[in-house]
DNA sequence: ACTTGACATGTAACGCGTTACAACATTTAG
DNA sequence: CTAAATGTTGTAACGCGTTACATGTCAAGT
């Protein structure tokens, strides 16, 4: 394996100039340059990434922290990685599996330079153990956080639900259940919000149990459906979902059971997947690689000491089968 | 940013020493052990990952290689993310995008002693070519390989395929089709081969139009029934998909298309992923995730030098409403 | 002819741990 | 009581680029 040094000394030029010809730099002859880049060629040099990484102490890294990788992440995880290695970096997963020392794992890794910064797409530790981090890089968070130093790339998800509720009271559903995500997250706050607001301006029915939070999974949206239908005072006609897997999971397990979608229950789901495309699901189109590109844009500003701002991002409804 | 010198300094012993209380080195006394863990606390001390990765030679890194992220490579990707992070490997993800160039990327990286190891999902480069980055590091891949230097963790697809193909073929179906995913790789040969030999066997009805390869997403998927439905001479009445992508597709447009499933057209996926569970697909049970832990356990073991064998996993076939 | 500046290149310190080898002290065995 | 073994710690080189600053050269400007 050849270093920096052996191309210097092979060509009589300094590790100075060896390394200009290796990063571009201008102040090179065109002859010298030649001479060196033949001898690179010949020894078949490539400079070692650790090298430079200790030197410039940037890793051209950056950390994506979730708690697993699911079919709603997948657009957001392709977005960023595609546009993180447009500009050069290179993306980290990592996964907690819910146990916030393992979460922890990443932010460590970030002190310890590994990575430049680190996206949050779900989090589990508690947001002021986060913003503790935030001295040693950008942290950039893809669910709205209440800590002002982790900025946030989600959308303003009150206006997003409200669209969504507005739909299914306008083709006149009235009992409308809610299958929300994160407990204690702002987006659900905003979404609760939302709902609440809702059922006051339109005389909503409203059922304490029809309304449930940490709902994120197929299965959860499988076996919530079949709690919702047992309910006293009879089962919810709408229901407005966390994301796409839970819509999809409520509509498969609706039409196993023999519940007419959309007429005996109408379901919207979150996110516009592809999975809402495939299964016909009605879906808030939440622009979710754009607010990756917006992610990134972030850490890059802040990386490169310019505050960056982002381009605001729009909901829209796209209505399918099941409402 | 404290630094190890800086612990050797205060405590009044050798960065040698230092080092050993980082390594658990069990050559320090305990009283050492104490006063330099002590100082280090007090300095909010952590090692740099990259002095440490550009002196031992390790990142402790591995690369995922693929064309892009999708819902098969899910249980893959999460299931190798999560078991590489207990060895204390991170992941890094390379997605190419169906270009050579930005794939070679990861190849470059490995030699740049970015990564320590790659894992290939799916690759769009000569094989030949990637062989020659073998010198850089272990190079473990999903799909088999005909390059003996890059070890596999595929299962055998004729087996796989053929449990397929004998299911339908038990419940009457004998104009089959096939939606095959990447031609000319070693998956979809054996696949071929599957149904070659299964067509001969038993008499099935052939046409070489019902036949296809390049079939991979949602969308193909639903394009592909839409043709073949049109066939002349007639439509196939059963499928095999290269993937539950493919599956979902082909199940969501016939059901808009009023085809009856199973009756008219039966449906067989592969992988058995979560969306042939929801969809109630049947498909045939790839242990994609054993399949990752092989591959890391493959790439542990170049690692360390020790030639570890992978464990022999086999194909199930679930049955769901698709047939 | 002389200054000024542009350009090319070199010097040496720096970023930060790891580790082979040496050295010394203290036990333990004989 | 000495030699060998064991345990503790230090020295210094190594891994490999980057970069601020210094030096030297030559042409343009006056």
């Given at each position: 394996m050849s270093n920096l040094d052996q191309i210097a000394k092979l060509s009589g030029f300094s590790k100075a100039t060896v390394s200009r010809v290796l990063n571009r730099s201008p102040h090179v002859s065109q002859a010298t340059r030649e001479i060196i880049l033949k001898i690179m060629e010949e020894l078949d040099y490539v400079p070692n990434g650790n090298a430079i990484s200790l030197s410039t102490?940037?890793?051209?890294q950056i950390g994506m922290v979730t708690e697993g990788i699911n079919e709603v992440m997948l657009p957001f995880l392709n977005s960023f990685v595609e546009t993180a290695s447009r500009h050069g970096y290179q993306t980290i997963i990592y996964t907690s599996g819910g146990d916030p020392a393992k979460e922890l794992q990443a932010f460590e890794d970030m002190r310890r330079k590994r990575v430049d910064a680190l996206v949050i797409s779900t989090c589990v530790n508690d947001q002021a153990l986060l913003g503790s981090y935030c001295k040693y890089g950008p942290i950039v968070s893809w669910q709205r956080m209440e800590l002002p130093e982790i900025q946030s790339v989600a959308m303003n998800q009150y206006d997003g639900y409200m669209l969504g509720l507005e739909h299914v009271i306008g083709r006149g559903y009235t009992r409308i259940a809610n299958a929300w995500?994160?407990?204690?997250s702002m987006n659900t706050f905003g979404r609760i919000q939302a709902y609440q607001d809702a059922a006051r301006k339109y005389h909503l029915e409203v059922n304490q149990e029809w309304s449930q939070t940490g709902i994120f999974s197929i299965r959860q949206g499988e076996e919530l459906i079949r709690r919702l239908l047992l309910i006293a005072g009879g089962p919810p006609n709408a229901i407005l979902c966390a994301n796409d897997m839970v819509a999809a999971g409520i509509l498969s397990e609706a039409r196993r059971l023999k519940v007419k979608v959309p007429e005996e229950l109408a379901i919207v789901g979150f996110d516009n997947t592809e999975l809402a495309h495939t299964l016909g699901i009605t879906s808030i189109n939440n622009p979710i690689g754009a607010q990756a590109q917006n992610a990134l844009h972030l850490i890059l500003g802040k990386l490169g000491g310019t505050e960056a701002g982002q381009q605001e991002l729009e909901f829209q409804l796209v209505q399918r089968a099941t409402t």
């Open positions: 102490g940037e890793t051209m995500g994160r407990p204690a």
